[in-house]
């Protein structure tokens, strides 16, 4: 069956129940579901989803993973469970996805999850709040500690008897950390360097086209500072908030890349043609030709949404990035050679990839507020942004943003722009930051209020207590609402929605929970309520009725 846009219309939640096919540029190509084409529905499929009603979990501050009827969930890893003789898994887990071994067997494959920092008080024993002058008392086994713990792990799981379980001592499992070389994939140096050390600040991702994990560094300046410029050009050095420069001399410009790992062998490689900043995510696109587009934002307040289309057949390396003017709906060429502009301001492209946000500000780029998380819908190709918030702009809800490429090409330098969401109590959700669309064209999100502002009352987010995953349906009597379906332990955040190849099981991170301890004998929480009896961030499988039938188009015959 041919693809037609013109058969769906441009917003989610009233797409045709008689008619679906997945658009071919998302078969096997990084998007979160990893959908597959459908035929027409049965009428029996087509009255289930029509009579679908789902039932809403109300805002709750307590301290457990709920979820809504129809739902459960099992504990996968948590921090510090063995993957093998040698490696645990590290903290902070963040962004999930899952490679089958084999397409006909959904039940049996590689999980890679980022580890985005640490709580050294958890990790390393040192608490910064006991010293006015903290890094004068750090030391390297603390540091090395905390190295070790960010990164990434690659587990290889399996599904038996309804329980997912990591396969002991698998070849397969792994750490990348903080120390785990890794190269440049571009032609000149950086800082004298082709292989630098170690990832960290590792946020969302995705995969790739040809099955290899993507994973983005960032709040990268948190570990070895930053380089900054002021209007002569005159670079200065800002000191990062945990001090590890005062241990290992990394450069900061080595830091805030898309790195790929493969998983056969845990080899890892930056992409610098992909740009230097805050990477939230990196969602790939396979063009009929074999170019690749990625789609990244910039997670600061202020910052940019990006866009990278290359010129070669499967590759992160040669092509062109581009940054958006959301208001003339264009993208605009990073390009040292045809833009003065940056010919002026800096001596060749590679300094322009390693300075990115000046770059683009100096085209013209439009300011967004916090530009996390994108993911491409599986029926309109319409591309979905979050926008979290930007507290010093009085947007403390955040929004989604919609973005339709010119005649639906993906490759095209226009676009429209619409707001699709707006968070705040009306539509039921605050600061929105993953998105993952299931197997069925069901959008899904889960919410990022900080700690600092949860359950406060002096903070607008005490409506919506603690952090929670949210589905959009595109179906049934609910179909455009927002319904609220899980509701994350105290000062957790739900992360990394990843759904297995068969929509049976949502894989997700339950990231920081018990984050507002300050001492060990006291934690805010104790999830996941082990016999250590502190909080460990883990990853759960989400399994249940509720999640088949959301899923159910995946189920028809082909």
Same mark, same amino acid.
């Given at each position: 069956m041919k693809y037609n846009r013109?058969?769906?219309?441009?917003?989610?939640?009233?797409?045709?129940?008689?008619?679906?096919?997945?658009?071919?540029?998302?078969?096997?190509?990084?998007?979160?579901?990893?959908?597959?084409?459908?035929?027409?529905l049965s009428e029996e499929k087509f009255r289930q989803l029509k009579d679908l009603a789902l039932e809403a979990l109300s805002p709750s501050n307590k301290d457990d993973l709920l979820l809504t009827k129809g739902l459960d969930y099992h504990v996968i890893v948590k921090w510090g469970d063995k993957i093998s003789?040698?490696?645990?898994?590290?903290?902070?887990n963040d962004f999930t996805c899952f490679i089958p071994f084999d397409k006909k067997n959904p039940k049996d494959g590689l999980l890679w999850v980022n580890h985005e920092y640490v709580n050294p008080l958890f990790v390393s024993g040192f608490n910064f709040k006991n010293y006015d002058d903290p890094f004068r008392h750090r030391t390297l086994e603390q540091v090395d500690k905390e190295m070790y713990n960010v990164g990434g792990s690659i587990v290889r799981v399996k599904e038996e008897n309804g329980r997912w379980n990591i396969v002991e001592n698998d070849p397969?499992?792994?750490?990348?950390?903080?120390?785990?070389?890794?190269?440049?994939?571009?032609?000149?140096?950086?800082?004298?360097?082709?292989?630098?050390?170690?990832?960290?600040?590792?946020?969302?991702?995705?995969?790739?086209?040809?099955?290899?994990?993507?994973?983005?560094?960032?709040?990268?300046?948190?570990?070895?500072?930053?380089?900054?410029?002021?209007?002569?050009?005159?670079?200065?050095?800002?000191? +990062?908030?945990?001090?590890?420069?005062n241990f290992y001399d990394y450069p900061p410009e080595h830091y805030g890349w898309v790195v790929e790992i493969d998983p056969k062998d845990g080899t890892a490689q930056k992409h610098i043609a992909l740009g230097r900043f805050a990477h939230e995510?990196?969602?790939?696109?396979?063009?009929?030709?074999?170019?690749?587009?990625?789609?990244?934002?910039?997670?600061k307040d202020d910052e940019h949404l990006?866009?990278?289309? +290359?010129?070669?057949?499967?590759?992160?390396?040669?092509?062109?990035?581009?940054?958006a003017d959301t208001i003339n709906g264009k993208w605009l060429a990073l390009d040292w050679e045809n833009q003065p502009v940056l010919r002026n301001k800096f001596k060749d492209q590679t300094e322009v990839l390693i300075r990115a946000r000046e770059a683009a500000k100096l085209l013209g780029a439009t300011e967004l507020n916090r530009p996390e998380d994108i993911e491409i819908d599986p029926i309109t190709g319409n591309i979905f942004v979050t926008l979290t918030n930007n507290k010093s702009k009085n947007d403390f809800h955040g929004s989604i943003l919609k973005i339709e490429e010119t005649d639906?090409?993906?490759?095209?330098?226009?676009?429209?722009? /619409?707001?699709?969401?707006?968070?705040?109590?009306?539509?039921?959700?605050?600061?929105?930051?993953?998105?993952?669309?299931?197997? /069925?064209?069901?959008?899904?999100?889960?919410?990022?209020?900080?700690? /600092?502002?949860?359950?406060?009352?002096?903070?607008?987010?005490?409506?919506?207590?603690?952090?929670?995953?949210?589905?959009?349906?595109?179906?049934?009597k609910d179909a455009g609402k927002v319904i609220q379906v899980a509701s994350a332990p105290k000062d957790a955040e739900l992360t990394g929605p990843w759904f297995s190849p068969d929509g049976k099981t949502l894989f997700l991170s339950i990231q920081h929970p018990g984050e507002q301890t300050t001492d060990l004998k006291t934690p805010t929480s104790k999830w996941p309520f082990d016999e250590d009896n502190i909080p460990k961030p883990a990853v759960v499988a989400i399994t249940g009725v509720l999640i088949e039938k959301m899923n159910m188009l995946n189920q028809i015959e082909m």
């Open positions: 013109r058969k769906f219309i441009s917003f989610l939640g009233k797409a045709s129940l008689g008619f679906m096919v997945t658009p071919p540029f998302l078969i096997g190509c990084g998007n979160t579901a990893m959908p597959v084409k459908t035929k027409r003789n040698k490696d645990s898994f590290g903290f902070n397969h499992n792994r750490r990348i950390t903080a120390k785990t070389p890794m190269q440049l994939n571009w032609d000149h140096p950086i800082k004298g360097k082709t292989t630098v050390i170690g990832t960290h600040s590792n946020c969302s991702g995705g995969i790739t086209p040809w099955n290899t994990f993507l994973s983005c560094e960032e709040n990268y300046d948190s570990f070895f500072g930053e380089t900054e410029y002021d209007e002569n050009n005159t670079a200065t050095k800002r000191s +990062s908030d945990y001090g590890w420069e995510c990196c969602t790939l696109y396979e063009l009929d030709d074999k170019r690749v587009v990625a789609y990244t934002g910039d997670d990006y866009k990278f289309i +290359s010129s070669k057949p499967g590759s992160l390396k040669a092509g062109t990035l581009y940054v639906g090409a993906f490759d095209s330098l226009t676009f429209k722009t /619409s707001t699709y969401k707006v968070g705040g109590e009306e539509n039921g959700f605050s600061c929105p930051d993953n998105l993952a669309f299931d197997l /069925s064209g069901n959008l899904w999100m889960t919410s990022d209020i900080s700690g /600092s502002a949860m359950n406060k009352e002096n903070w607008p987010y005490m409506p919506f207590k603690n952090n929670g995953l949210f589905v959009i349906p595109r179906y049934g």
